[in-house]
Every structure is written in C-alpha cells, then in structure tokens.
C-alpha cells in the first residue's frame, strides 16, 4: 500500500515500514553507490547480494521459499531467513531491516457523523431531459456508433436514438433486445424509462437488455443510454476493442425479430446536465431546480443542496451509500464516480465514503451537486470526519531495533496524527499476547501475561519518554 491513505492520513503500518527502509538503505549508500557487487547461493531458493568498500559493507540476504524459514550461515554468524522475505545487514553482520517483520503501530481509522443532509426542503432537483430521435445532432449515420470514438473520452455517456414506426398486429407481446459492449445500459422508449442492464468483472463482455415494451401506433422514439466506467488503458489490440451498442431488435411474438442496426441513428454524446455545466455555479443558476417531492429512487436525476464545513482538520467525506451509481461534485470539482449499488460478495458496496479535498470546500454554503443514474436516496446522505481513533502495536526482544532510535533495544512507539493526543491505554501485556490482536479485551491475552504490564505502561511519562507523545 502507499504510506498516505485516499483521505490523506499517514497509513500505518505501511508509512513506518517504508521509513525503516529509507533508513537502512540510506545508511548503507557508500557501498550501495560505490562498492564493488558480489553474490552468495545458499540453496535453490537461498541468495545473497553484498556491496563492499575498503571502509563498509552491506548485504542483501533473500529467501524465495513462499513457505518454509530457512536458516543459513553467511560470513562467522547464523541468520534465519523468514519465507519470502530480505534481510539488510548493515557492515555485513547486523541485521537492520526484515520485510518480513513489521514492528510499525496499526492504526484504525474511523468516520464520525457530523452531519445528516436529511432536510428535504434542502434539497433540489432537475431532472435530466430525454433526447429524443427528431432532436438535432451531429452524428448521424444508417448504422450503430462505437462509443469511445464518438465521445472522444470527453464523458462516460452517449445516447443512440432512433424512431420505430409500429404497425399494430393484434395483441402480441412485443419484446425490446439491446446487445451493448458498454458498461451500463438505460433504455427509454417514448420517454418512458423501461429497464438498466451492467456488466460485471467477472461476467461475458456483452449485456444484454430483453425486456417487454408497449409501443403506440405510429412513430415511437427509443433513446439508449450507453454508459462507460471510464476507459481501458491497457491490453493488447486496443485499437480493435468496441464500445457501445451493438444489436438493437425488436420482437413481436414468435416472428423473426425486426433488426434495428440498420435504421437511421443518431447519437447524442454527454447529459444535458453536463453540457450546461449545472453542477457550477454559473449553470446551476440557467437550470430549472425543483422540490425533491417523489423524484427519489428515480434514474437520471441531479440533486443539489448545501452544507458547511465540519469544525478542525480531520479530513471530510461523503457517505453516498444510500446512492446508485454516479458522480458527485462539490463546489463544481468533481470528487469523483459512485457506484454504491454495485455491491460485493459480503453484500456491501466496494467504496461508501469518498474524500472531499480540503481546497473544495467553503467554511459555509458548500454546494454538492450529484448526477444520479439508478435511483438512490440523497435524504441519507451523511457528512463524516475521518480520524485514527486507535493506534497499537508489539515488540519482543528478537524485534529488530529502530534505526531511527536514539535507543539501542526494540521498542513499542506509538504516536497520533496531527492534532491529536492519546487519551487512555486500553490493553497492554508483557508475556506472549495474542500477535495483531485488535480487540481492548483479555481475549488478546496469551498463557504468559504479566498482571502489572497496563500499570505499568500508564504510568509512564511523556516528558520522560517523547516517544509516547503525539
């Protein structure tokens, strides 16, 4: 992981552990730069690698084994080598880094509710216009549009939009088929929503929408709304991938279904919304807002309200899980796209909380603008502060020292984020506690535990020990 965590915060244990490393190799970058390389075998999956001067040395020793601790003797000492890891020896003998053991505190971090954006007089909204096949556009064609090439990777939407003229046959059911290689697919038909379709990772690259529909008798309009969750960046023959929609047909009973594919298309790229800008303030100012009343839970539909900026400097969230699938924005910067109910295999969205950068925001009247596709309820929109509320850790005596330590012996540091200070300790034991154990409960107690350790611990000084202090 990255030592700073997607809301800013220094992310333990990761941040200490990559400092560790900093330090060894930055004490060792005389032979590292200079020094003559030479390299060990110590068994099929066993190896070293020394860089040597006249006046230092350092030593890289590597155990490939993904299962099996591997002793092995390098110059006058033994060294045991944990699986799948490197230990850094620094002038050749003493062990100063192990990838493998991470003696860094954990942090856990946790979102407080500040705000409930529940007030519905609050909240406005504008619902996103249906194109219809006789509006004017740009691209039109006897024939289906690939979706990158036409949007030019300026938005995620591009509607396609054709007029069916129906010639009533009785009461036979009539049955819509949209074949897509986009993401999402949204069909309307007289401006009358009739179905989504998505993708999934694991699924076959095509959707597909099958779907009864009524139709007039007449002219009726089909809008498709393909949808694309950003753009592939990487593969092979990327010049060959398709995009969009594919097939469209309609059946009417058991006959042969009608194919579409040819028919005159045209093709609208981007929402309206996002063409006039509606989530700034200049073009929330041209659009007609109105009351939320029942536009919830529908698709297609911006929301827009207010808050002010929670007190101090823990970072902001948003907490969109009671959205569908969209893109927020906070006063006019976009904070990115939501996808809260796609879930996972627990059943839970992949990410609820989504950051609001610090230079976003306004200390009051922060405007928040979302484009909703699916249906959600804005009216459980929280605003959250993240903060560490917990830090822990644990050391023994065959724990490799802190380089970044005046003290010489292993040792538990523990320190807060910014701005914060420790307020109680909740467990400590000295013996063999259980190892990574999260709880503040004696669950976490070992068969050897010193009684007075919490004691102990609590009654040391932070102007004795700096360390201790945040």
Known sequence: GAPLDEYGLIWQSTWSHLRELHAAVKQSEEPLLSGAYSNYSFGEQQEGHVFKTESNCVAFLVNFDKHKTSNIQFGEASFQLAPKSISILSSCRRVVFETAKINAQ???????????????????????????????????????????????????????????????????????????????????????????????????RNIVLKTPIMLRKGQNSISLLSVMVGSPDSGAYMERRIFGVRKVSIQQGHQKSHSLNNELWKHQVGLSGEMNNIYTREGSSRAQWTAINKSMHLPLIWYKTTFDTPWGSDPVTLNLSSMGKGEAWINGESIGRYWASFKNPSGQPSQSLYHIPQYFLKPRENTLVLMEEMGGDPLQISVNTMSVTRVYSSVNELSTPSLLSRRKHPAVRLRCQQGKHITDIEFASYGNPVEDCRSSSRSCLGSCHAETTEFVVKDVKPSAFPEVTC
């Open 106 to 204: 954990h942090g856990l971090r946790t979102a407080q509710v500040v705000q409930y954006l529940n007030n519905v007089d609050s909240w406005k909204v504008f619902k996103e216009p249906i194109p219809l096949a006789i509006n004017n556009s740009t691209h039109i064609g006897n024939r289906l549009f690939e979706h990158l090439s036409t949007t030019k990777d300026e938005t995620d939407y591009l509607w396609y939009l054709t007029r069916y003229d129906y010639r009533s046959n009785g009461d036979t059911q009539l049955v819509l088929n949209v074949e897509s290689q986009a993401h999402v697919l949204h069909a309307y038909i007289n401006n009358d929503y009739i179905g989504s379709v998505h993708g999934s990772h694991d699924g076959p």
